[in-house]
Nanobody, 116 residues
Framework: QVQLVESGGGLVQPGGSLRLSCAAS????????MGWYRQAPGKQRELVAA???????NYADSVKGRFTISRDNAKNTVYLQMNSLKPEDTAVYYC??????????WGRGTQVTVSS
């Protein structure tokens, strides 16, 4: 089992930036594809970005060019740098790990609010 703890959310004005971090612990051999999902009120949870251990990255179209995902395998940590934030980016952001068997682990989530 992998435990995930997010940090870095908060309130930011439109056009601002935030950096989310997610530290993984527990069964580190199960740490595989790590990513960020988000869920806005009344909407389904959606993929924001994901990164494999080898650095292959996938972004949602809505965040391409604004968000950057990265990971530090030595620290078992994944990051999400969010720039040019928009009100529609407001959501709870969840860290995810999908192991080699396709099993998902989730963090508790961190709130990101973009508002003036």
């Amino acid at each position: 089992q992998v435990q995930l703890v997010e940090s870095g959310g908060g309130l930011v004005q439109p056009g601002g930036s935030l950096r989310l971090s997610c530290a993984a612990s527990g069964s580190i051999f199960s740490i595989n594809v790590m990513g960020w999902y988000r869920q806005a009120p009344g909407k389904q949870r959606e993929l924001v970005a994901a990164i494999t251990r080898d650095g292959i990255i996938n972004y949602a179209d809505s965040v391409k060019g604004r968000f950057t995902i990265s990971r530090d395998n030595a620290k078992n940590t994944v990051y999400l740098q969010m720039n040019s934030l928009k009100p529609e980016d407001t959501a709870v952001y969840y860290c995810n790990n999908r192991n080699t068997f396709g099993y998902d682990s989730w963090g508790r989530g961190t709130q990101v609010t973009v508002s003036s």
